[in-house]
């Protein structure tokens, strides 16, 4: 084993060490080694090939061959000193998944060694400068792969040394890919294409025979052009076309190419993407001032992916989305009309008019680095999702509970990323709409393009940050918003979790098994992660709402008790759990007790979703109708409950209790899900106050303006979100119901405003 080399990779994996999510072994680690372990091999033996400390394969007496294999131990070993530093580390950071990171170091770091060395062997035949010549090789292959990030839709890729870049850092989850063996499999292919070209060399310059390696070299070449025409098939590398052709489907409208899955939209679902693309087109033209398909030249592509798992495969991500607005694309998930996704990626590629240099983005560190801070703050000002807690209020909740980074050190360069993302983006959300509020479009787009807040506003970043300071601190917040806020913004940033992507994945699989009803399999995994996650409520939670779906609901009752003991429950997951034990009450036959559950669970800081099943469930629990009860419980319990047999329970409901407003609504939410909007509307119509609580009502009317709008009767949508708009005390409910009617002014006059 050379010294030197393994000297230098045990003192970068110490370092890896204090480094979160690098610091055990996994798939940052093992990204990080096969780049530093690559680079020195080929480093290391180029560097011999020039000082003739070995003599060059092509004048080696054995040949090529048995020259690359006699060096190849030495360099294999040196993947064992880093790999046994973190693999003692282990004792001071927990390792979840010791085998899968074993599979991570063995076809990364293992197989750069490989290719830096074959590399090296493959400038080996120069007269002189091999190690500049190879070191420029990797330059050349590493510049390639940022090209094909910055152009092609994928955000994750393979590379010779790296072995795979796997894309955004909120994409936890991570399993290994099948694709990351067949990149890996193509990386062993060229390197050993690469010394049997230089053996065949040999041999004919020598006379010696050649007609095994001529044949071997043929038969590796044939294998590599299959894995290069299969490479889109295989997951290693998609393109703009292999793309556009899984998706398959194209619609194209005045300012819009849509690429889509035609399986998953029928004729009215094409429409109304389209119409949705276009109504967010015009809102962002309202709020921006610009016309950015009128700058390009050209119509925006916008690639919009089924499921997580088909953008997993296509764009490298199940959850990230992402627009580039140097490439005038975007790349999201939609759920329907309204879904606020699509403004917010839709708002990156408007701020290209006015974003700076060939990535039209606001950048630091002398154009090096992107502001992150700017581009995700000013997209979510322009998205501004209905919520129940405005940006601002949850910035000034943050701040209170001391959840908040320093807004100076989060528009840092490594300041945003590095923080939760939850809080991060809200926080920058709502300076920047402050920013825009106070001091208008015009300011911050100069701001954006020159990437100098100090300089658009005539003062330094410091006391522009302590002015937003003081105003968002007055925000109007109330107990309930404040505990809402603290429950929401707690969770911490990937790089403070505890096996952050070994739990993650875990929680994926076992999300999968229940969707798919393998409850046995999601057993296994959610005991796992209790196992790993001892000290944690949410596992133990999932476990207990598992059991309960399992009908082990004595077992299910004793973890939720456990749970109620703990005094570090706080008041969210004290409500979630009780909810639980009124759940299997209820399923035991107590509905008196269910409802009494249900009922003491309603207090402030809940969620307007929250709010609306509990009052729900009590109401239905509490039913001096016995159908009525059983019903209740078959429709908010039972969660194999398929489309047909739920609308079928709400109907014998509403039949068994004629006078139940609650029942009717049900029935006309089944209705309006399953796109029979016309006749969802009778069910849904009703006086103000027919629901309670309140939220209950307003959600009953925003219902009822959705199915109007979607079965073509505008009027009574308008209408109906004025109502809400003049009753209303929600946030949500109010910014839901400005979009019905702006959508309304749209439909008749092509503007928002």
């Known amino acids: 084993m050379p010294l030197l080399p393994a000297a230098v990779a045990t003192v970068v994996a110490l370092v890896l060490c204090f480094v979160p999510l690098f610091d055990l072994l996994g798939y940052e680690s093992a990204a990080a080694m096969g780049a530093v372990l690559g680079l020195l091999v080929l480093s290391r033996t180029a560097w011999a090939f020039d000082r003739g400390r070995l003599p060059p394969p092509l004048a080696s007496p054995h040949g090529p061959v048995e020259a690359f294999l006699a060096l190849l131990p030495g360099h294999l070993a040196l993947v064992l000193p880093p790999a046994g530093v973190l693999l003692l580390n282990a004792l001071r950071v927990k390792n979840c998944d010791l085998s899968l990171g074993i599979s991570f170091w063995a076809l990364i770091p293992a197989v750069s060694v490989i290719a830096g060395q074959a590399l090296a062997f493959a400038v080996s035949w120069l007269p002189r400068a091999r190690l500049p010549a190879a070191l420029l090789l990797v330059g050349a292959q590493s510049a390639a792969f940022l090209w094909r990030l910055a152009t092609d839709p994928p955000i994750a890729g393979h590379t010779w040394t790296i072995g795979w870049f796997a894309g955004s850092i909120y994409d936890e989850a991570l399993d290994l890919p099948p694709a990351l063996l067949w990149a890996r499999l193509g990386v062993l292919l060229g390197s050993l294409g ?5 053996e065949l060399a040999w041999r004919l310059r020598g006379g010696r025979p050649a007609r095994r390696a001529g044949l071997a070299l043929v038969l590796v070449l044939l294998a ?9 098939d295989l997951g290693i590398q998609h393109d703009q076309a292999s793309v556009k052709a899984a998706l398959g489907g194209r619609l194209e409208s005045e300012h819009f190419v849509i690429w889509y899955d035609p399986a998953s ?33 050209r119509r925006i592509e916008s690639f919009v992916y089924p499921n997580r798992a088909v953008q997993q495969a296509l764009l490298g991500s199940r959850r990230t989305l992402v627009a580039r607005p140097w490439t005038h694309q975007m790349h999201i998930r939609w759920s329907g009309t309204g879904d606020t996704v699509l403004a917010h990626e839709l708002a990156h590629l408007f701020s290209a008019p006015f974003g700076a240099g060939p990535l039209r983005l606001p950048m630091r560190l002398g154009g090096l680095v992107p502001d992150l801070a700017l581009i995700e703050g000013v997209a979510s000002a322009a998205d501004a999702p209905p919520d129940e807690l405005t940006a601002h209020q949850s910035a000034r909740a943050m701040r209170e509970l001391g959840l908040a980074a320093d807004l100076r050190a989060l528009m840092g360069p490594a300041g945003f990323w590095t923080q939760p993302g939850r809080r991060a983006y809200t926080l920058v959300s709502s300076f920047v709409q402050w920013l825009i509020e106070t001091r208008g479009i015009a300011s911050f787009k100069r701001a954006y393009g020159s990437g100098d807040l100090g300089a658009a506003y005539g003062m330094p970043l410091d006391e522009l940050v302590g002015q937003w300071e003081a105003w968002v601190d007055q925000v109007p917040l109330s107990d309930g918003e404040r505990a809402l806020a603290g429950h929401r913004y707690r969770g911490g940033s990937i790089f403070g979790k505890v096996c952050a992507r070994t739990v993650a994945e ?13 409850l046995d399999q999601a057993m296994v995994l959610r005991e796992r992660l209790s196992a790993l996650l001892p000290r944690q409520v949410d596992p133990a939670l999932e476990l207990a709402r598992l059991r309960a779906r399992r009908g082990e609901h004595d077992l299910a009752l004793a973890l939720a008790n456990g749970l109620l003991a703990r005094e570090d429950l706080g008041p969210i997951r004290t409500v979630q759990v009780q909810e639980l034990a009124g759940d299997l009450r209820w399923e035991q036959g107590q509905a008196e007790g269910a409802a009494a559950t249900y009922t003491a669970c309603l207090a402030d800081g809940l969620d307007e979703a929250t709010q609306r099943r509990l009052a729900a469930k ?79 009502d307003d959600e009953r009317w925003l219902l009822l303006a959705e199915a109007a709008w979607m079965s073509g009767q505008p009027l009574l949508a308008e209408g109906t979100c004025t109502a809400l708009l003049q009753h209303t005390r929600s946030s949500r409910v109010r910014a839901l119901a400005q979009e019905c009617l702006a959508r309304g002014r749209w439909a008749r006059t092509g503007r928002v405003r």
Do not use: C, M, N
């Open 265 to 297: 939209l029928d004729a009215e679902g094409r429409r109304r993407i389209v119409e949705d693309h276009e109504f967010r087109y015009a809102e962002l033209q309202a709020f921006f001032d610009e016309d950015p398909v009128a700058w390009k030249g």
């Open 194 to 198: 690469l010394v049997l070209a230089l």
């Open 224 to 232: 590599l052009g299959t894995l290069h025409h299969q490479r889109a």
């Open 506 to 518: 875990l929680e994926r699989q076992a999300e999968l098994a229940e969707a798919r009803g393998d």
């Open 618 to 696: 009590a109401q239905a629990a509490a039913s001096p109708v016995a159908a009525a009860r059983e019903r209740g419980r078959a429709w908010f319990l039972d969660l194999d409950l398929g489309g047909g047999p739920r609308l079928w329970t709400a109907l014998s409901w509403a039949d068994a209790a004629p006078g139940d407003p609650l029942a009717r609504t049900l029935v006309g939410r089944a209705l309006h899900q399953q796109g029979q909007h016309a006749d969802a509307i009778p069910w849904l119509a009703g006086p103000r106050g027919t629901l309670s609580p309140e939220v209950a």
